[in-house]
C-alpha cells in the first residue's frame, strides 16, 4: 500500500526566509499530492495541491514542486510570516483509488 | 451551508466501554473519510466511503473498530471495549469526489479520553 514520508517533523525559520518540506511516496500509481495546513487548534485545509501532469505549481508565497520518478514532491514557503506557523501535512492519492495517505505532518515556528 | 460536523466533541469514556462516533458530511459529498490524530502525531488513516460502501478499510488498526455510513450521508465510527491506545482525536473529512481529487472538508473532530 501507500506510504508517505514527510522531512523534517520540525522547522524554525526566520520571518522573510524560506521554508522548504519534502515528502517521499511509495506508490509509483500515485497521481494527486495535496497539502494541508493545520493551525494550532484548528482543522486541516488543503492549502496547494499537484497533480502528476505537471512538475510545479505555484499560488503566491507557496509553490509545490513533482519529481514523478524519484517519487518525491516538496512544499516551498517564501518570505514566510509568523501567519504560516502550523503543521503542514502532505499526502498522496493512493493508487487509484479515492482515499489519501498522510505524512506525519511538519510543524513550522516562523520567528518574527 | 453547514461545514463537516462531529459530536461528541469530547468524549472520557472508562477502559472497555463501547464509544460511537458521529460524523454529519457537506450535503452532496459523496466521499467520506476517517483518520486519527493522536497528540503531535500525524494523520492516520482509518477508514473510507464512497457512498455507503467502503472500498478501503485498511487502517482500521483492529477488529475491535469499525463504521458504517448510512443513506451516503451519516457515517459512525464505532469502537468496541475501548483501550487507553485509543485515546486520540478522530477526524472525519467529506469531499465531493470519488477520485480523491477534490478538497477534503475536514470536521473540528472528537477528542476520545479513555481512562
Known amino acids: 500500500g501507500e506510504n508517505v514520508e514527510q522531512h523534517p517533523s520540525t522547522l524554525s525559520v526566520q520571518e522573510g526566509d524560506s521554508a522548504v518540506i519534502k515528502c517521499t511516496y511509495s506508490?509509483?500509481?500515485?497521481?494527486?499530492f495535496p497539502w494541508y495546513k493545520q493551525e494550532l487548534g484548528k482543522r486541516p485545509q488543503l492549502i496547494i495541491d499537484?497533480?502528476?501532469?505537471?512538475g510545479e505549481k505555484k499560488d503566491q508565497r507557496i509553490a509545490v514542486t513533482l519529481n514523478k520518478t524519484a517519487k518525491h514532491f516538496s512544499l516551498h514557503i517564501t518570505e514566510t510570516q509568523p501567519e504560516d506557523s502550523a503543521v503542514y501535512f502532505c499526502?498522496?492519492?493512493?493508487?487509484?483509488?479515492?482515499?489519501?495517505?498522510f505524512g506525519k505532518g511538519t510543524k513550522l515556528s516562523v520567528k518574527p | 451551508g453547514a461545514g463537516v460536523s462531529q459530536s461528541p466533541s469530547n468524549k472520557v469514556t472508562e477502559k472497555g466501554k463501547d464509544v460511537e462516533l458521529r460524523c454529519d458530511p457537506i450535503?452532496?459529498?459523496?466521499?467520506l473519510y476517517w483518520y486519527r490524530q493522536s497528540l503531535g502525531q500525524g494523520l492516520e488513516f482509518l477508514i473510507y466511503?464512497?457512498?455507503?460502501?467502503?472500498?478501503?478499510k485498511s487502517g482500521l488498526p483492529s477488529d475491535r473498530f469499525s463504521a458504517e455510513r448510512t443513506g451516503g450521508s451519516v457515517s459512525t465510527l464505532t469502537i468496541q471495549r475501548t483501550q487507553q491506545e485509543d485515546s486520540a482525536v478522530y477526524l472525519c473529512?467529506?469531499?465531493?469526489?470519488?477520485?480523491?481529487?477534490?478538497?477534503?472538508?475536514f470536521g473540528n473532530g472528537t477528542r476520545l479520553t479513555v481512562t
Open positions: 473529512a467529506s469531499s465531493l469526489g470519488g477520485q480523491g481529487t477534490s478538497p477534503l472538508h
Open positions: 506508490d509509483s500509481a500515485s497521481n494527486y
Open positions: 499537484i497533480r502528476s501532469n505537471v
Open positions: 499526502a498522496a492519492l493512493k493508487g487509484s483509488q479515492g482515499n489519501l495517505i
Open positions: 450535503s452532496g459529498h459523496t466521499a
Open positions: 466511503f464512497q457512498g455507503n460502501s467502503a472500498p478501503d
